[in-house]
């Protein structure tokens, strides 16, 4: 029995899902950690306090993963509504998820321009399955 059916695309989203699901307990977990539960539970109406160097990295690194997130999500679904996958759209979902991959473990270990090329492939990735969408 095979985990994920459908296209090579969709089943990517669903792994992309996984890895947001992820980085957002990594970086919530690490805040939580360093700020305590009662900040975790409250409001946060003040200024969200300092938080490591690393911490504030991971926390940036999801919401640049969020700012991504949603442009592949539909341009993948954009595919498969239209019943438009090719090796294009597959190897584009394919280059996102690897690089949104990558760039997690390069952000927190602070390498500025590595970080800025992985993030340029995951984007690459996200205009190939436009192409094939708009094909």
Do not use: C
């Not at 969709?10 to 990594?26: E, K, P, R």
């Not at 690089?99 to 997690?104: I, K, P, S």
């Not at 390069?106 to 992985?118: D, H, N, Q, T």
């Amino acid at each position: 029995m095979t985990v994920f059916t459908g296209s090579t695309e969709i089943q990517i989203l669903l792994w992309a899902i996984i890895l947001g699901l992820v980085q957002l307990m990594l970086a919530t977990t690490m805040a939580t950690r360093e700020l305590g539960t009662k900040w975790n539970a409250s409001p946060r109406d003040a200024p969200t306090p300092p938080v490591s160097t690393v911490t504030g990295r991971m926390l940036r690194a999801f919401a640049n993963f969020k700012e991504t997130f949603v442009f592949f999500a539909v341009a993948v679904l954009v595919v498969t509504v239209l019943g438009k996958h090719s090796a294009t759209s597959a190897l584009g979902a394919q280059l996102y998820f690897w690089a949104r991959l990558a760039y997690v473990p390069v952000y927190a270990a602070g390498i500025p321009v590595l970080r800025s090329l992985i993030w340029l492939v995951s984007l690459a990735g996200i205009v190939m399955v436009l192409v094939a969408a708009l094909a």
